[in-house]
């Protein structure tokens, strides 16, 4: 009997074993954090050795995506003073990071604090997990990161300041009439439209290509639908010159980087920070309920 025992006791502690072992490897390559439900690997790592301690302000930039797919993601780059805590959220990641590490996070959506994503924050939370891809740019602590944060504030200034210059420039070089809406939007009919303009869930059509000022193409003619007022649809520039046009309206729209991919570019490369979007945008059809 006792021998019997022992033995159901060897099966169920290889059981518990094996399904725990299971648990832990969900993620290939990833460690597991029980405390906090989330997995962690480091993909780099610096040799400055400057660790991130409670009160201190790491400077991340931060990739959010889904694990079912890739075709859509979400960069920021964010101010993070680091602490213990009980809840999962950046900060509690980031402690204990060093300047110049490159870390993947793999968390749970349901428990994990999306506050600062921004807009996108309810498209994020409509999956089970998603995967974060943190730089760790700088750590600092509050002394210098108050200096760093002035010179990080003049030096976007600087870049917004000049990138309306060269708007300018390329607005008197083409010889062309602009009018220039509120938000520093700048838009050119080339055909006129008629009937009303598109409201907040209309559905509408929409043909467009995008260019630099120097006339590259970074896409050609696209046809799409989207709802007016969804997320994560086009850039916010082209929203707010849609609200201005009719159907059948054809416009030439130059949107500076703040409505376009910002200080930060698109994830490839492709478009660089602070760079405005010349669109040749026409829209086809509008569609309401």
């Not at 050119?188 to 009303?196: F, P």
Request: glycine share 6%; charged share 20%.
């Amino acid at each position: 009997m006792r021998r019997t025992i022992q033995l159901l006791f060897l099966v169920l502690t290889a059981l518990l074993c094996c399904t725990a072992c299971s648990f832990l490897s969900k993620h290939e390559g990833y460690k597991y954090n029980s405390k906090h439900n989330y997995y962690f690997k480091l993909l780099s790592f610096s040799d400055t050795y400057k660790t991130a301690h409670p009160s201190d302000i790491v400077i991340a930039s931060v990739q959010f995506s889904p694990l079912t797919t890739d075709s859509l993601v979400v960069n920021t780059e964010n101010e993070v003073v680091v602490f213990e805590t009980d809840s999962l959220c950046l900060s509690q990641l980031l402690l204990d990071a060093h300047s110049g590490d490159s870390l993947a996070f793999i968390v749970p959506t349901k428990e994990f604090s999306l506050g600062f994503v921004g807009n996108e924050a309810d498209w994020l939370r409509s999956f089970e997990e998603i995967q974060l891809l943190v730089k760790v740019n700088a750590v600092l602590d509050s002394a210098t990161f108050y200096e760093h944060k002035k010179e990080l504030a003049l030096w976007k200034q600087t870049k917004l300041d000049y990138e309306i210059f060269m708007i300018q420039q390329y607005i008197k070089k083409s010889k062309e009439k602009f009018a220039r809406l509120k938000n520093g939007i700048y838009k050119q009919v080339l055909k006129q439209g008629k009937g009303e303009n598109p409201r907040k869930n209309d559905i509408v059509t929409i043909t467009y290509q995008g260019s630099l000022l120097n006339g590259d193409i970074i896409n050609h003619f696209t046809t799409m639908d989207f709802t007016m007022g969804a997320e994560m649809q086009v850039v916010e520039g082209i929203s707010i010159v849609l609200q201005t046009m009719k159907l059948g309206e054809r416009a030439k729209v130059i949107v500076p980087s703040p409505y376009a991919w910002g200080e930060s570019g698109t994830s490839d490369g492709s478009i660089a920070p602070f760079t405005p979007i010349v669109f040749d945008l026409e829209l086809k059809n509008i569609e309401r309920e």
